[in-house]
């Protein structure tokens, strides 16, 4: 029997802008249950969550800072006491019923602890919200080729980007639209608050995996991601942040003592390959960066 709880859904906002407002008029269609929105903000200064609020549509839960993506979201679901919880970027478009698809498509996989709808671009475009977890060979390819080679084998595999989508397990869930258990949340800790952002989804849907639960693809449920404000904003912000998390990822993934030598070597790697987006985003004078995720 499905709990009848509000549905807590939390964003992570940061000067969200006019995307907020889209944010919540399309959640009014999402589903037909009953649900809350709680803003934990990082700073806004725009005053869009201060004006969300005071709609009454939304709660603002100022996190007293840039605290992070992870860190905030945990601080946003503290408390809540549903059987799912919802985690989206406040630049997320909702599509008529997808919120109750991804709670239909929960009830065929009772094992799980995460699930994530199929995403696509704002002008339509399939954006690979569901892959693999990043082996040795997947991930550095993809890590070292991705950004100028994009249809290289290791970033297509990672990404999984041939074939239809299809409902079932995989190794990790875009953290853009996330549907939680929200007992296997908090067993597992939340969001590591050490990833500032970045990566905290991959390690999350890793640990939940780890810990016996089932992270589950739900491509019948559909969202769009306008994306790419943050980017525009501060550019080299983000990608500086990409980069340090992806080498915190690789180097607690690969921590054996013998390993070494891996580490040091995914390190100078990503190194290098930030230093050439930063060429790449001077010699375009600012143009906004290819997503490197």
């Not at 630049?91 to 008529?96: A, H, L, Q, R, V």
Request: net charge neutral.
């Amino acid at each position: 029997m499905m709990d009848e709880t509000a549905l807590r859904v939390v964003t992570v906002t940061y000067s969200p802008g006019e995307t907020l407002a889209t944010f919540l008029d399309t959640l009014e269609t999402a589903t037909g249950r009953p649900y809350q929105v709680i803003m934990a903000d990082n700073g806004s200064t725009d005053g869009a969550p201060e004006a969300a609020d005071a709609s009454g549509r939304a709660r603002l839960l100022p996190t007293g800072g840039n605290v992070g993506y992870g860190s905030a979201a945990n601080r946003g679901l503290s408390g809540a006491d549903g059987l799912w919880v919802i985690v989206a970027n406040p630049d997320i478009e909702w599509t008529p019923g997808c919120i109750d698809e991804l709670l239909e498509t929960a009830q065929r996989w009772p094992n799980a602890g995460a699930l994530g709808p199929l995403i696509v671009t704002i002008d339509g475009h399939l954006y690979p919200s569901s892959r693999s977890l990043p082996s040795l060979g997947r991930g550095v390819g993809h890590a070292l080729c991705g950004w100028w080679w994009p249809s290289n084998p290791w970033t297509r595999s990672y990404r999984r980007e041939t074939g239809e989508p299809s409902e079932g397990r995989t190794g990790w869930l875009s953290g853009s639209c996330l549907l939680l258990r929200r007992e296997a949340f908090e067993a597992i800790g939340g969001f590591d608050e050490s990833y500032f952002m970045f990566f905290e989804d991959v390690d999350l849907c890793e640990r939940l995996g780890r810990a016996g639960w089932d992270v589950v693809y739900a491509p019948t449920a559909l969202v769009r991601h306008v994306g790419g404000h943050s980017w525009r904003d501060q550019p080299a912000i983000m990608i500086k942040a990409h980069h340090a998390s992806a080498i915190r990822y690789l180097n607690r993934r690969y921590a054996a003592p013998w390993q070494l030598p891996l580490r040091l070597a995914l390190t100078v790697g990503l190194g290098a390959r930030y230093l050439a987006s930063k060429l790449v985003a001077r010699i375009g004078h600012g143009a906004s960066p290819t997503r490197v995720a």
